[in-house]
């Protein structure tokens, strides 16, 4: 398949174990975040959102932490899984506009 | 699969040609997004509609870049007199006004390459 990108950190990991990616944002005037994952050959892919008067939102084995002190966004994937093997792309929303603002990716590599 | 479709996958043309892509959003989705990314980035904002209006257009957006949505639902995308700096993944996303971009889903992508 193609590759989403050639040039991304790079987080190893191993199967079963935790993850943690990270994102620093800018923008203190964003009122969501989101989290995506893109597999190769593929669009992004939603995962969990948070809004800013938030700092803690879980889902299944996801959870998403928000320290607005510092502006600083962070995925934590529990067990992970093969299939958690993918580009991982943070993403903020500003309340004045109807767009996502990506940042930087991490890819993910999951060692069985 | 999300239901937001794209055609072509992938498109590879000489430099000054015109390309035009096509996304088919989710149905009901009054929405559409057009976002480009380029390898090791993000993808980044083009422009987006809101049924048949084109309501905001990013910088990127050249001149030689122009996208409709003639009756509220595919949308095109055409580039003309394409240069290798327009080789990317062109994404298309869709959504269900209020709930906006938070609730958008993306399409597969059309990666152009222009030699």
């Known amino acids: 398949g193609e590759s989403v990108g050639l040039h991304l950190p790079t987080l190893s990991v191993q199967e079963g174990d935790n993850s943690i990616i990270n994102c620093a944002y800018s923008?203190?005037?964003?009122?969501?975040f989101i989290w995506y994952k893109q597999e190769s050959g593929k669009g992004p892919q939603f995962i969990i959102d948070?809004?800013?008067?938030?700092d803690k939102r879980q889902g299944q084995r996801v959870t998403v932490l928000l320290n607005k002190t510092v502006k600083h966004l962070s995925l934590q994937i529990a067990a992970t899984q093969p299939g958690d093997s993918a580009v991982y792309f943070c993403a903020e929303i500003r309340t004045a506009g109807n767009k996502l603002t990506f940042g930087g990716g991490t890819r993910v590599l999951v060692k069985p | 699969d999300t239901g937001v479709s794209q055609d072509p996958r992938h498109k590879i043309t000489k430099r000054g040609q015109n390309v035009t892509f096509r996304c088919d959003p989710i149905s009901e989705h009054n929405r559409l997004y057009w976002y480009r990314q380029t390898l090791g980035q993000g993808p980044e904002f083009l422009t987006y509609?809101?049924?048949?209006?084109?309501?905001?257009k990013s910088r990127l957006l050249s001149d030689r870049f122009s996208a409709e949505r003639p009756k509220g639902s595919f949308s095109t995308l055409e580039i003309q007199r394409t240069e290798q700096g327009d080789s990317a993944m062109y994404l298309c996303a869709s959504s269900l006004a209020p709930g906006g971009v938070t609730e958008a889903f993306f399409g597969q992508g059309t990666r152009l390459t222009v030699v």
């Open positions: 948070i809004r800013s008067n938030m």
């Open positions: 923008n203190s005037a964003s009122d969501y």
């Open positions: 509609f809101q049924n048949e209006a084109q309501l905001e």
